[in-house]
Structure formats: C-alpha cells, structure tokens
C-alpha cells in the first residue's frame, strides 16, 4: 500500500522559514517525478513545485521561485520543500504526489496523494 505522509508544517511569523518533508513508503520514489502542490481556504488546489525522479530538474510555481527549494533523498525515499521568506499568501495545506508519468505542474498527472499538513504563516 503506498503512502505519503507529510510533515514540518506549522505556523510560522512573515520572513520565516519552515521545511516540509514527505515520506514515502509501499513505492520505490526513485520511480518517480514527485511534487507539492498546495490548497488555501477556499480556493482550488495550484501547483507549487516538483522534481524529476534524477533530482536534475525542478519546476516551480512563478509565487514561489526563488523562496522555496524542492529536494529529494531517494535512499530515504523523502522528499522536501524548503520554504524561505514566507508571505501570508503562503498559507495552505501542502500536498506532496507521486508521479509515474511525465507531466509534473498537473494534478491530473499525479498518482499519488499525501493527506497534507497545514501551513500558516501570520503578518
């Protein structure tokens, strides 16, 4: 049985930092592209970040470039989101997803789904 499970959310001050990880379990994350995508209150699901299964190539939402660094430990089979400078904006629940195809700025392209961990960040 595959699961994600987030983690290192919480509530942080505006400038602050905060680093998320996601571990993986019941697949082999070298497989596969992963991603963070994150929902606010009342809006849709939007794309964040995501890396190749190598770690060679990473995407990012326009919102965070520059701000947030998607890795991965593929012997850990984790996958992290350093998030720096953090805006009020940035407040969410954030999903981590396993992708086995190649497509990575879609949900749809996503296998896999983490249950979330929340994110606020105040002014």
């Known amino acids: 049985q595959v699961q994600l499970v987030e983690s290192g959310g919480g509530l942080v001050q505006a400038g602050g930092s905060l680093r998320l990880s996601c571990a993986a379990s019941?697949?082999?994350?070298?497989?596969?592209?992963m991603g963070w995508f994150r929902q606010a209150q009342g809006k849709e699901r939007e794309f964040v970040a995501a890396?190749?299964?190598?770690?060679?190539?990473?995407y990012y939402a326009d919102s965070v470039k520059s701000r947030f660094t998607i890795s991965r430990d593929n012997a850990e089979n984790t996958v992290y989101l350093q998030m720096n400078s953090l805006k009020p904006e940035d407040t969410a629940v954030y999903y981590c997803?396993?992708?086995w195809g190649v497509g990575v700025t879609t949900e749809v392209a996503y296998d896999y789904w983490g249950q979330g961990t929340q994110v606020t960040v105040s002014s």
């Open positions: 997803a396993a992708n």
């Open positions: 019941g697949l082999t994350l070298s497989n596969y592209a």
């Open positions: 890396i190749r299964w190598s770690g060679r190539n990473t």
